[in-house]
């Protein structure tokens, strides 16, 4: 064998390179302006807690405290104004096309203030993500053009994400596990659409959002083979919102109840479902599981993110403390002990920052929006202005041929390899971060004792927020048995994940 | 004991409780169970909605405010031992009412310190009202590390005090606080104030991150008479004495916490399916289980250790109180973290109190003040020479 060839082979050994070393490798593919769109998203995020999140943070915590059923429009409308929902829309549909790698550095400078407020914004990309994931173009264009359109009105439109069911959580996440799964939402076919019954819970914005992109199942029996998504619009007979949940932090995003009786979709509001897919390389289950690896390589990252962030802001809050507290006779920050426990974390918010970037490479490079870090087509995107785009695109957007190119070119484009490296790293991003989050928050009551327990001071906030970040998407169980699938099973071809 | 399974004599011998404290266990836990689980989620509703004094009145019939006199005052017999019972059986259901009933020993051990049995026969044995019986204290400081602490100026035949502190527990509940304040004799001393009397102005009840139940004020003085308790620029010294007897009743507190965390955590397991079978069946769920029972068994066995070590004076019962106190405070945080994780999205929720049990953990490890001073203090006095080993 040459020296190359047992040189590749030596790296395709365990652990792949590849697999591995996610930032050297983009260094050559991903586009310089990145780092650009990167520096103004960061920037735009700091003026906006600035001005909006810091004075209004503790006023929504404390009032949801007070009234649960407290829905901040205001706060919707400011974001709104602010330009956050259409960012991450590409130009093709209207949006302003920010490169989805910006997304997750905003994320992060959000969620040092305030994750409730980063979740409102955020969220409405997990649902649009799902959206996206379906490749459905002539949707995604109506509903990314409806979005455009309210922010440019002043009334949001915001797209909500619905899988969790009341007996489903985990087993949403995984087809292995919906395999088995006692799910409840049923679509039955009808003629000119599908007739849904079945309850939805935890869907955050639920209640703030216009569209609700929903995943239902043909036949209960076999959940795995009949994932099926839906646009759902806001009036919709037969649908209607439940409860909202008294949660422990995140309050200024509402969790709600998504209630479907009878409720009737016509055809046109199909996003896709796995068993019509046709001609594929996959069958209908791996399809299923491709639509969810796409969605959750995307937003994994972005809740690490937020992991990222919020350790972040514990840390700032225990720096300032350490700084103007004095104990036993002399400033807190003077302290060794503290100086080693500030370093600390700084630390995990560090390590936080470098696993989701990590995560954000692969994702942008083997995920679903892979196209789009080809940096031709990046520049294209980038330079033209969207007036450009709107003038051709709606038109070959509402054709179905559109669709059917797309799904190939995405979906069949992808290569197993890649959608392993995709979701284990998103996972893996999500776990670090989100567990370096929570850590951070504890760390800085237990430096701050009875001050970081009061609501004023802040730094308990950001504990009761923090912990969720281990539950929403995939807890961070669900997110480890991902990583063993991803990224450690292929060292064990025996191992079977899932099974126990 | 917990979980129940017979036990075996002998084995367990330094686990076994008297007769007395035995029927106090069982009364409590009956208590905790009649009145502490139905209005939980209500009552931690405060301060947007009423205080609890009821369950404070009730709390006091049953005598969950004298346990800790001295015994000529009706006081148990095994006092540390008879409080950390009572904490641990509340704090499973509901830490809230735990957190008042530490506070109220702490200042009876803080007075009992000071030698006012005169100030203690008055403020609590003879008490005709709850406002009489509870006093307000700060039970989250060691004022020792606080700074700036409430002046006191001698003026007069007494002492006026001004300056403000924060977080004064019970102190819209108690007609009377027990205030550290510093002095003109340096260090600090120990002075009870009339709230209701001039010159005081305490705070709208602050919003904090456990126990919502268990009231707390920031209170400004200005000029407020305050009796000196015990002698002057003692405090530090009264303080440190029941912070030893005292760590081991807060340890009590979390790791009551931490039993109910793991009940409910198991019974949700053995009942969710996901996956086809009951989550108790994943095996990654039985190991997160599994730390959980492990960690709250050791905190009930270093707890009641620790309890009978300080009332039996055994060699090093002091550090032996405050190492109970670090430790399982630390693992009451990781537990109740766990607890969360189990229940999935249904933890984060109000409605099944594992929530609760996570921030009120967390904010019981910050009784008797913070916890890096804490550790700081403990390996300062075994570097002086006093043994930890028993
Ligand atoms: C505030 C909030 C907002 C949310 N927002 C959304 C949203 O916008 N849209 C949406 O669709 N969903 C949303 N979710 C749902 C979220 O994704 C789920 O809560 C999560 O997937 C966990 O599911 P579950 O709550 O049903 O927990 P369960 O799946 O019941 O899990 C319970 C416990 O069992 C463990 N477990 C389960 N199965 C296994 C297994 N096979 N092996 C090992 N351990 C296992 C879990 O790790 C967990 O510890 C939200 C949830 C919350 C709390």
Known sequence: ?500 | MWPSFPTTKGVMAVLELSEELRLLDGMARDFALNELVEGREERDHYPFAPPSEDLLAKAREVGFFTIFLPEKMGGAAEPVQALCLVLEEVCREDASLGGAIFTVALAQELLRQAGSEKALMRAFAEAASLREAVPAFPSFHNPGDMAPLLVAERGGRGYRLTGSVEYVVLGNVAGKALLPAASAAGGWSLFTVDLEGEGVRVSEPVLSLGLHACPAVDLRLEGVPGTLVGEEGKGQLYFEAAADRLSAASAACSCGVMKGSFDAALEYARQRMQGGREIVNWSEVRMILSSMAVRAKAAEMLVRRAAAAVDGGDPGWELASRAAALLVQEMAVEVTCDGIQILGGNGYMQDYGQEKRFRDAQQLQALLGMVPMRRLRYIRRVVDGESPWS
Request: hydrophobic share 45%; glycine share 8%.
């Open chain 1, 1 to 500: 064998m040459s020296k190359k060839g047992e040189s590749s082979q030596l790296l395709r050994e365990f652990p792949d390179f590849t697999d591995t070393m996610h930032s050297l490798v983009a260094m050559e593919r991903i586009p310089a302006g990145v780092v650009e769109e990167c520096r103004e998203a960061v920037a735009m995020a700091r003026r906006f807690n600035r001005t909006v999140a810091r004075s209004y943070a503790l006023e929504l915590d404390r009032r949801m405290q007070e009234d649960p059923t407290f829905l901040p429009w205001e706060l919707v409308e400011e974001a709104n104004r602010w330009g956050f929902f259409t960012m991450w829309i590409p130009k093709l549909f209207g949006g302003k096309g920010w490169s989805l790698s910006s997304i997750s550095p905003f994320v992060e400078e959000l969620a040092s203030e305030c994750l409730a407020i980063t979740n409102l914004i955020g969220v409405h990309y997990f649902g649009y993500s799902i959206l996206v994931a379906t490749w459905n173009i002539r949707l995604i264009d109506m509903i990314s053009r409806e979005v455009v359109e309210g922010e440019r009105e002043g009334r949001p439109c915001l797209v909500s994400g619905a899988v969790t069911e009341p007996e489903a959580g985990t087993d949403a996440e995984e087809v292995e596990l919906l395999a088995r799964a006692r799910v409840r939402c049923h679509a039955r076919r009808v003629e000119g659409g599908y007739v849904v019954n079945g309850r939805k819970i935890f869907i955050s914005n639920g209640h703030l959002s216009t569209w609700h992109i929903l995943i239902a199942y043909e036949d209960l029996e076999r959940p795995d083979e009949t994932m099926i998504a839906f646009a759902v619009k806001n009036g919709m007979p037969g649908f209607s919102f439940g409860r909202m949940e008294k949660k422990m932090g995140q309050k200024g995003c509402p969790a709600s109840e998504l209630v479907f009786e009878d409720c009737f979709i016509p055809d046109e509001n199909l996003l896709v479902a796995a068993s019509q897919l046709t001609g594929m390389k996959r069958g209908a289950r791996e399809l299923g599981m491709q639509l969810i690896d796409f969605v959750v390589s995307a937003t994994r990252p972005g809740v690490g993110a937020m992991g990222a962030g919020v350790a972040r802001g514990a840390f700032e809050l225990a720096l300032r403390f350490a700084r103007e507290t004095e104990v036993a006779g002399k400033p807190l920050i003077n302290h060794e002990w503290a100086q080693c426990l500030l370093a600390e974390m700084y630390k995990n918010a560090a390590l936080a920052r470098l696993s989701y970037m990590e995560a954000n490479y692969s994702n942008s490079m083997y995920g679903m929006a892979k196209l789009l870090s080809f940096k031709p087509l990046y520049y294209y995107n980038r330079l033209i202005p969207t007036s450009m785009f709107d003038r051709w695109m709606p038109a070959a957007n509402s054709r179905q041929a559109t669709t059917a190119v797309f799904r190939k070119l995405v979906m069949d484009g992808q290569s197993d390899a890649e959608a392993r490296r995709a979701s284990g790293w998103a996972s893996l991003a999500k776990v670090a971060g989100t567990d370096l989050g929570v850590r951070n928050c504890q760390l800085a009551l237990e430096l701050m004792g009875q001050a970081g327990l009061r609501h004023d001071r802040r730094a308990e906030k950001c504990l009761r927020d923090a912990k969720l970040l281990q539950i929403y998407e995939g807890t961070n169980q669900l997110n480890r048995l991902n990583v063993f699938k991803c990224l450690v099973a292929p060292a064990a071809p025996e191992a079977r994940a899932f099974e126990d």
